[in-house]
């Protein structure tokens, strides 16, 4: 348990350090929901270290409906996280692309995890109830929905227009190489094998995050390359594809007051 304790103890200086970069740097004007996500890691560690010392062993029914809440508000905040990252990329056209984009992102994200659902089931432990259980479903399929996000937005990083030194994707890397260990771990806990093994992976994802931690620091320690402009086909694209989006929804608008 000592090991456990110095990593979360490292885990909690890792976010304060990255939090006065996030303030030195003044990203909070740029991505202030991811500013907002990390000041809410390091709350809800503090918190969580103090429900399991105080709960944990004397009322663990508490300490549950204690863990399920905080990993509730922590899965709203990465969705944010992961449609603001999205919308920050479409920083050069944002200006003329309609109202509701950043919905239609959210609903492209929802669809996905949607898709991820299924698979996140085969990778979810049972738990103590049906409600734990659908929690940690929800958990393995965030990790899916961020590792599919770097892997579309790395893929697509020259037809976006943004690179390593951008800050979106120095984020959205921390955040796939965290979930690639998380799903590793989920894969590995479906198996049969030794409690101790299954500790030791536990131990890696936390290990795992002080690293995106640290990448995240010297990432924002760096100062961040200026912002290129989308290709001439690349933004006619997007404003095409928005147009057409926008057409369909005032389509579907004439036809609800066409019925009635």
Not at 24 to 34: E, G, S
Not at 43 to 60: E, H, K, N, Y
Not at 108 to 133: D, N, T
Request: proline residues 4%; aromatic residues 12%.
């Amino acid at each position: 348990m000592s090991i456990d304790i110095a990593v979360w103890y490292a885990c909690i200086a890792g976010e304060a350090t990255a939090i006065a970069f996030l303030l030195y740097r003044r990203l909070f004007r740029i991505l202030p929901v991811f500013c907002v996500f990390i000041v809410w890691a390091i709350l809800s560690d503090f918190i969580m270290m103090v429900a399991r010392g105080a709960f944990a062993t004397q009322d663990p029914h508490l300490y549950m409906r204690i863990l399920m809440v905080e990993i509730s508000l922590d899965f709203c905040m990465q969705f944010a996280v992961l449609v603001e990252l999205s919308w920050s990329v479409l920083r050069p056209i944002r200006a003329v692309l309609p109202r509701r984009t950043i919905v239609v992102i959210s609903a492209i994200f929802l669809l996905l995890g949607s898709a991820a659902w299924p698979i996140a089931g085969k990778l979810a432990l049972p738990g103590p109830s049906h409600q734990w259980h659908n929690l940690m479903q929800l958990q393995q399929a965030f990790s899916i929905l961020r590792v599919l996000f770097f892997l579309l937005l790395a893929g697509f990083s020259q037809l976006l227009a943004i690179g390593w030194k951008d800050r979106e994707l120095q984020i959205a890397t921390g955040l796939g190489f965290y979930s690639l260990m998380s799903l590793g771990a989920a894969i590995l806990h479906t198996h049969r094998v030794s409690p101790a093994l299954y500790h030791n992976a536990d131990q890696i994802v936390q290990v795992s995050y002080f690293c995106t931690l640290v990448y995240w620091i010297f990432s924002f320690a760096q100062q961040e390359a200026p912002r290129q402009e989308f290709t001439p086909r690349m933004e006619s694209f997007l404003l095409a594809v928005s147009g057409a989006a926008r057409s369909n929804r005032m389509t579907l608008e004439q036809l609800r007051k066409s019925s009635k």
